[in-house]
T-cell receptor, first 114, second 115 residues
């Protein structure tokens, strides 16, 4: 597609439920990143996929968080047993693999845990 | 630890005044440096990037940034602020010699432009 697409744009869930967030990167982009942006704060790195290499999961805050990516296509970020502190905007970005070109970000999924 | 620091979480300027948003990074190896802008209720947009070419980088909307290795800084400037520049600005860095690393973001600076 023309840009990075994320769905849903908004998600309200009850505490303890599982949620899945989806990211469609730009076609041909080999690298995909997930970030979290809490209200009034900067972007927090979560996970990074580069081609067929093992993902860099160093930013995942707990084992309730996981992400998958099939090849160089769609990625899903799953949060199990959601907590109120998980409320944030979850941003996905992709790049051509040449990180110096910068990333293209999606508009994000606003997750609210009530 | 590798880090990115933006001095000042909020900056307020008058329309027409100089904009200066500060960014410092911690690394002995010149990294790749970026500025992103986030307008209210919109996604992040790349403003400009430094990738070891000219140290003065020009971006969109009249913004520019200068890489100063000796000061480990990459401050963002614009000679004359417009009301439409009100947004949140993020400095971001890819550390190391590889250009395929993850972006580390500063905490962001909210720019307010007063009429």
């Amino acid at each position: 597609g023309a840009g990075v697409s994320q769905s849903p744009s908004n998600k309200v869930t009850e505490k303890g439920k599982d949620v899945e967030l989806r990211c469609d990167p730009i076609s041909g982009h080999t690298a995909l990143y997930w970030y979290r942006q809490r209200l009034g704060q900067g972007l927090e790195f979560l996970i990074y996929f580069q081609g067929n290499s093992a993902p860099d999961k160093s930013g995942l805050p707990s084992d309730r968080f996981s992400a998958e990516r099939t090849g160089e296509s769609v990625s899903t970020l799953t949060i199990q047993r959601t907590q109120q502190e998980d409320s944030a905007v979850y941003l996905c970005a992709s790049s051509s693999g040449q990180g110096a070109q910068g990333y293209t970000f999606g508009s994000g999924t606003r997750l609210t845990v009530v | 630890a590798q880090s990115v620091t933006q001095l000042g979480s909020h900056v307020s300027v008058s329309e027409g005044a100089l904009v200066l948003l500060r960014c410092n990074y911690s690394s002995s190896v010149p990294p790749y440096l970026f500025w992103y802008v986030q307008y209210p209720n919109q996604g992040l947009q790349l403003l400009l990037k430094y990738t070891s070419a000219a140290t003065l980088v020009k971006g969109i909307n009249g913004f520019e940034a200068e890489f100063k290795k000796s000061e480990t800084s990459f401050h963002l400037t614009k000679p004359s602020a417009h009301m439409s520049d009100a947004a949140e600005y993020f400095c971001a860095v890819i550390f190391g010699s590889s250009n395929t690393g993850k972006l580390i973001f500063g905490q962001g600076t909210t720019l307010q432009v007063k009429p």
